[in-house]
């Protein structure tokens, strides 16, 4: 045992006569731990609340309120500590899971790190920057949404633009459900950084929850010194790295032949040479993408594979949003000429895309491209648009939610991408003249998303464009149109009698009494999802017809209404066998007896129920 140790101690001595960075390391700590550490600086820790929200990718309010929205979450709280649904809340788009399950979902990608959960985020600045020693969110209903705190080194409210922005992970975890949706206040311990912040960005995935998640606020506190230990990191010492040359263990494990000398020698790659091409392609396939590039590095053979463009027809850079440059695409940008579905969601912000190394990376890559996701990238112009309907003529997914920067006129470029199937246009400041240009030229539309797109003065004439020009569109999602009338509606459904997915949820101007919802349920008898949510005059003939009419109904969303009984809910579960989520929430009808005797007797469907206490 002794030798053993005294073997290990003579690589580390010749391994620190090389490099003197360890041996310093040491001696430094030393120091620091001996007599520096009674003299580190004492700063009083401030608290401070959100002073501004600054981006977000989703909120289940209008653009035009507060009520629902993520604006909400600056200042101090304004629930807590009560629980339930509070109007006065930040509240996300989704939750659970059956939202991937509709005709509407996106693909998954392939090849997305399992250690990447987040489904949505929220940025927020902070008055003072500091070092962060705690991060305080409030949540006041079905909490355990959030899986990631970062910091950001960037000081939002500077005037000078900053030439070097990092992320540091301050905490990160798995999506929870928790045992009840009353109230807590969520305060993970966090990592220290090395930089101060006043930009902190919180991410979530409610897809365990029951229901939407909802927050009130958020502190962070930190102390404006930077402590003297934090100002040392100790490097991570590999015991790899202890021995004498590289040389030394690269031979370890590997395999050999025999020589016409008798001696063993080693082959370039052993037996990995003999494996069939694709065989190995398929196997390098399950990697993810740092994985596959930080392969390419170990020999020839594998950086052939590793940069095999088959490796790269779908390509997900959204989890690598903080990392991803102008110098990342250049570097991908040989791999990609097969490339066919790309999503650079969350990408590019505060200057790390620049239209040069996007339009180099679209002109190279965009030809075989049918799938492109690039929500909330802030980043995009009109002159990225023109690039993508120059470059991508096959491009028959396009995903820009929440890309609200981009000016209106950017839009009319879309209307060049002809083969458009599914177009998601949520919360951008898309003009009516645009839209009915895109309908116009893409009338192979099966999924188009316009929810809370406010600068659309008459959607009445949109829906009428959709019933000439759009046929065999599957789904539909109108969220928070203020100005469609009966009269569109009659014309979208009588046109447009293929859809599967309707969308209405908060259109004021949809009223019961003129026989609208029920010409609906008899016109569309494909009708899977149906969003009614916050009209207060749907009634029993319209659930009743919809129980008659269409027998596939799956989700149904009737939040808010005073009219409906539970004698017609019950005809409707007995009509439509594929019901799985219904949500009865503020109906003053439906108590929650009434919720637990319909569940008891339908236990297939999931009853939301919201509260407020």
Request: proline share 5%.
């Amino acid at each position: 045992m002794l030798t053993l140790l005294s073997m290990f101690y003579y690589i580390c001595l010749r391994r620190r006569s090389r490099s003197g960075t360890r041996g310093e390391a040491l001696t430094s700590r030393r120091a620091v731990e001996s007599g520096q550490r009674a003299v580190l600086p004492v700063s009083v820790e401030v608290e401070q609340y959100a002073k501004e929200v600054l981006d977000f990718s989703s909120h289940y309010g209008s653009e035009n309120s507060m009520s629902y929205t993520m604006w909400n979450l600056a200042g101090v709280p304004n629930v807590y500590p009560s629980s339930g649904d509070f109007t006065q809340t930040a509240v996300f788009r989704s939750y659970g899971k059956w939202w991937e399950q509709c005709v509407s979902a996106w693909p998954r990608f392939r090849r997305v790190p399992k250690s990447f959960h987040s489904y949505d985020y929220i940025e927020l600045g902070f008055e003072e920057p500091v070092y962060p020693t705690a991060v305080e969110v409030f949540e006041t209903y079905y909490p355990g949404a959030i899986v990631q705190i970062l910091a950001c080194s960037c000081n939002p409210f500077s005037q000078n633009p900053p030439t070097d922005v990092r992320w540091e992970v301050l905490w990160s975890g798995e999506p929870t459900k928790m045992l009840t949706p009353q109230a807590r206040q969520f305060s993970p311990k966090i990592k220290h950084i090395s930089f101060p912040t006043n930009l902190l960005r919180l991410e979530v995935n409610s897809s365990l929850l029951d229901y939407y998640t909802e927050l009130d606020a958020v502190i962070l506190r930190g102390v404006k010194e930077r402590p003297l230990l934090a100002l040392y990191k100790m490097p991570v010492i590999d015991i790899s790295d202890l021995s004498d040359s590289e040389e030394e263990f690269s031979d370890v494990g590997g395999p050999f032949r025999q020589g016409t000398d008798g001696k063993n020698q080693r082959t370039s790659n052993g037996y990995f040479d003999r494996l069939p091409y694709e065989l190995i392609q398929l196997i390098l396939s399950h990697l993810t993408l740092p994985d596959l590039c930080r392969l390419s590095q170990s020999c020839k053979l594998l950086h052939q594979h590793c940069c095999d463009p088959l490796q790269y027809t779908q390509l997900s850079l959204q989890p690598f949003w903080a990392r991803l440059s102008d110098a990342s695409l250049e570097h991908l940008r040989s791999r990609c000429t097969l490339l066919q579905r790309l999503n650079l969601s969350w990408t590019g912000n505060r200057g790390a895309l620049t239209l040069t190394g996007f339009s180099s990376f679209m002109k190279a890559c965009g030809l075989s491209l049918v799938c492109l996701e690039m929500s909330c990238c802030h980043f995009l112009n009109e002159a990225c648009l023109e690039v993508i309907s120059q470059s991508c003529p096959g491009l028959q997914e396009l995903n820009l939610s929440s890309c609200d920067r981009l000016n209106p006129q950017a839009f009319t470029h879309i209307s060049k991408l002809t083969q458009l199937r599914r177009l998601v246009l949520y919360r951008t400041k898309i003009e009516q003249t645009a839209i009915l240009s895109i309908l116009t030229f893409c009338i192979e539309l099966r999924h188009l998303n316009l929810g809370s797109c406010v600068r659309i003065e008459d959607y009445d004439v949109v829906a009428s464009m959709l019933a000439t020009r759009c046929r065999t569109l599957c789904s539909l999602d109108l969220w928070r149109c203020r100005n469609l009338t009966d009269r569109g509606l009659a014309e979208l459904v009588s046109g447009c009698r293929m859809l599967e997915e309707l969308d209405l949820g908060w259109c004021p101007t949809l009223q019961s009494s003129t026989g609208c919802f029920q010409h609906l349920a008899r016109s569309l008898p494909r009708l899977r999802k149906l969003f009614l949510t916050a009209n207060r005059t749907v009634c029993d003939s319209d659930i009743e017809e919809l129980a008659a009419s269409c027998p596939s109904l799956q989700h149904l969303d009737i939040l808010g209404t005073r009219l409906v009984n539970p004698a017609s809910l019950k005809k409707l579960l007995q009509s439509c066998p594929q019901l799985v989520l219904l949500d009865v929430s503020f109906c003053s009808q439906i108590d929650m007896r009434v919720v637990q005797e319909l569940s008891g007797l339908f236990q297939n469907v999931a009853f939301k129920k919201s509260f407020t206490q």
